[in-house]
Every structure is written in C-alpha cells, then in structure tokens.
C-alpha cells in the first residue's frame, strides 16, 4: 500500500521566529507517527527554511521548499537553486503550484525544467496539477490534467515518474467555498492515475502518490484519504496551526487504514 503523505504548504506565511515556534509546537503533536505510517513535511518560505530546518532536526518532520529554479546559478532574480536548498538543509520541493502558474507564469515546460533540475540534484518533488473552475465547467478536467502530466513529465521515464509524487488541486476548490466530495477527488485521481499507466505502464502509475489539494481540512481529511487513489493531501490553511496539522495528519492515516 502507498504510504500516505502529508505536506504542509504555508505559502507566503510565516517569519524565521514563527515558522520555528509552529514546528516546536507540532513536534509533540505528531511524535507516535512512525514512518510506516506516513510522512510529514512542512514547506515553508525560503527565508524561513534554515530555522525550520533546525527546528525538525531529529523529529519525524521533514522540510521542503516551494520552488526551485532549472539554472545551477545566474541572472535570476528572486529564484533560488537546488544548491541553495540542499544547503539548507531541504529534502523535498513543491513545483508547478498553482499560484505559481497564475501569478507567475509557470508553465508545463517551465514546470518540467525546474522538475528535471530537481531529480538531478536528488530532492524528492511534489509536481502540482489542476485545472480552473471556467476549465472544469467547459468539461476540459481530463484534457487539461493530461496536458500538465505529459507536457510537466515530459522526457522522464517509468522509473522516475514512479518515485514521485502528484498534487491534484482543483482550483476552483481553493479558498473559494467551493468543495469536491470525496467521490469527485477520487474519480480525478483515477483518471491521472489511469493516464500514467497508459504512459509509463501501470506498474509504475501505482507506485505514484497521487495527493488532494483542494481544500483538505481536518473534517474531511479521513474520508479524502480512505479513496482508494488519495494518498495524502498538500495542505494550506490547516497547516498553518499545529493543532490542526497534527488532527488532519491522524484522520488522514485513519482513513488510509480503511482502504
């Protein structure tokens, strides 16, 4: 069975100060979850990677961050590289994010340069994908989700694509009051998951962590993750309060227990 994965993705929140006092909070909270259970990342902000880093040192928490740039290093204002992270300390990366792809023009290739990077430098990805409420109305879900996978995974093979991991966000289901039931997220999630078999074989396809990134609160986390192609969830909001991260965390492993 896939090992249930939980990433806490805080966005444009928290300071170095803040960022360690909410990891010294969760550590407890979260310290009976073995790895056979699931893992636990947090991604903060670049400037506060460092002090989260070191704050996690010996728990069962791990670090990513929420980009990495395709360029070992030059002219590239305000982006970071696979150097710097894995200076820092960082084992995971977010890539393709949504807000990335609205506010700043991340694009499939864009997606799949930075992808590629990431492999090389031996970081473990979270590739997001998803398609628009104007998009899901149109009834283009599949034709926009196939495009992401096979335009972000492009030039990679089946055993590569088998180590990583998917984030499904539903954009319209994003900080919008709009919400999938549990029966939509798992028949999106068969779809990518039936896409990648049809690309990379199905061996492969099954071993993909495919996460829900719409909105996965502690209330619903147990019944997203009981799907039988959910494995986990890229949080926002709820990760952004120890008590809440560490309740949807334990309902989210309940429910993979009932798969």
């Known amino acids: ?13 928290k300071t170095a100060s803040e960022g ?8 407890p909270l979260v310290a009976e979850v073995g790895p056979e259970c699931a893992e636990i990342v ?16 010996g728990s069962n928490i791990k670090v990513g961050a929420q980009n990495l740039h395709w360029a070992e290093s030059g002219a590239f204002t305000g982006e970071i590289s696979a150097a710097m992270l894995r200076e820092a300390g960082v084992e995971y990366v977010i890539l393709g994010h ?23 430098a031996g970081f473990k990805v979270m590739v997001c994908i998803g398609e628009t409420l104007e998009e ?30 998917l984030a499904y966000e539903p954009v319209w289901a994003i900080g919008t009051g709009k919400t999938a039931t549990p029966e ?34 502690p209330e619903n986390a147990g019944e997203l993750v009981a799907q039988p192609d959910i494995d986990g969830g890229l949080i926002g909001g709820a990760a952004l309060k120890a008590d809440s991260f560490a309740t949807l965390i334990k309902n989210a492993i309940a429910g993979s227990r009932k798969k």
């Open 1 to 13: 069975m896939r090992k249930v994965i939980i990433a806490g993705n805080w966005k444009m929140n």
């Open 42 to 57: 947090v991604c903060p902000p670049f400037t506060t990677l460092s002090a989260v880093v070191e704050a996690a040192r």
């Open 20 to 27: 360690r006092a909410l990891v010294e909070a969760l550590k």
């Open 98 to 120: 949504s807000e990335r792809r609205q506010y700043f023009g991340e694009t499939d290739a864009t997606v799949n340069a930075r992808l590629k990077a990431a492999l090389k």
């Open 184 to 217: 939509m997220a798992e028949a999106t999630h068969r779809f990518i998951r039936s896409h990648l078999a049809a690309r990379f074989g199905k061996e492969a396809a099954e071993q993909v962590r495919i996460q829900y990134g719409g909105s996965m609160k």
């Open 136 to 165: 899901r109305e149109g009834n283009r879900t599949e034709e926009v989700l196939a495009r992401q996978l096979d335009g972000g995974l492009a030039d990679l093979d089946a055993v590569t694509v088998s180590g990583l991991v």
